[in-house]
């Protein structure tokens, strides 16, 4: 009897873990996004309300790190620089999936006196992002190009900057897209000067390894990558033919984009063909990422985590 008893207890045992293996395989993949270029490829994905995922999108990555380290959500849509920061934390395990945004970054002026990085010389830039890829990009090509008198006065975020560019009638700003559109759209006097992509490309024209600026990038968790490598690669699919949409339907994904809040309608039919909406992966993705990564730790090792990451940190289909 006994034995009886302890063999319908394991099976019941065995049955109650199935079941909950099951269940456990049934669970949304959990996605976040930021309000920005980031959130605006997945859109059309979105719209779709495959109950496979469930998408959050927030407004400061700030709450975005935590959800990743906590395990609460599966794929997040992080600043470059950001994944290899988490990369090389202890405590987090993620890979990279892909590039989903390339450069957003403009120097943005009230005036027509900015044609060249060299006529930057002397002046003073309003920004936000310190210690984050806007800071970075700018000492790069700042440097890159010999020029050491710039003023930077970093404000707390890039709403906080738009209003000092707003207010100052000679002001020069760097901002990134969404932005720099609702600037031009509330000043008709603005300008934009440079395009901090145009001139990152210039200065890797001659290596021989020239690296992409970039701006953000998917990130997974590891342990969710080995345990449903079909469910992410199915997402990675979905998501590309989904970035694929947004840019050859730029009305009807600035629709989209409006309706889940992420930046008005109006701006996002102006700002989508400039945010560099990708998604590059596997081999690329290497060259692209690596090489900018690479280019940022020779800055400051801080800005990547201390290290640029290791081959671990690529996802591979």
């Not at 495959?50 to 599966?74: H, K, L, N, Q």
């Not at 738009?162 to 031009?184: H, K, R, W, Y």
């Not at 701006?215 to 199915?234: C, F, M, Q, S, W």
Request: hydrophobic share 50%; aromatic share 6%.
């Amino acid at each position: 009897m006994k034995r009886f008893l302890s063999l319908a207890t394991a099976l019941c045992l065995l049955l109650g873990l199935c079941s909950f293996a099951a269940a456990e395989g049934d669970e949304p993949l959990r996605v976040v996004a930021l309000k920005g270029p980031t959130a605006m490829g997945m859109v059309k994905l979105m719209s779709e309300e495959d109950p496979a995922y469930a998408f959050e999108i927030v407004s400061d990555i700030t709450m975005v790190t935590p959800m990743v380290a906590r395990g609460e959500v599966d794929i997040a849509a992080v600043p470059a620089n950001v994944a290899a920061v988490l990369y090389n934390n202890p405590d987090v395990d993620v890979q990279v999936l892909c590039v989903n945004t390339l450069g957003v970054l403009y120097i943005v002026e009230n005036g027509d006196t900015v044609h060249s990085v060299e006529d930057l010389k002397g002046r003073t830039i309003y920004a936000s992002g310190a210690g984050a890829t806007p800071e970075y990009a700018l000492n790069y090509i700042l440097s890159a190009n010999g020029i050491e008198d710039v003023n930077v006065e970093w404000k707390s975020e890039h709403t906080e900057c738009l209003s000092a560019l707003l207010a100052d009638e000679n002001g020069i700003a760097m901002l990134p897209q969404p932005f720099v559109t609702t600037a031009l759209m509330k000043n008709e006097n603005l300008r934009v000067a440079l395009s901090l992509t145009d001139e990152w490309n210039a200065l890797q024209a001659g290596s021989e390894t020239p690296s992409a600026m970039v701006t953000g990038v998917l990130i997974v968790r590891h342990a969710y990558a080995e345990a449903h490598p079909d469910k992410v690669n199915a997402f990675m699919d979905a998501y590309a033919a989904s970035v694929e949409w947004v840019n050859a339907n730029v009305d009807e994904a600035a629709a989209l984009v409006g309706g889940y809040d992420i930046v008005p309608e109006a701006v996002a039919r102006q700002a989508i063909p400039a945010c560099n909406i990708v998604c590059i992966r596997d081999e690329e993705l290497v060259a692209a990422l690596g090489g900018y990564l690479t280019v940022l730790f020779e800055q400051n090792p801080r800005a990547v985590g201390g290290a640029v990451p290791g081959e671990d940190f690529w996802y591979a289909r």
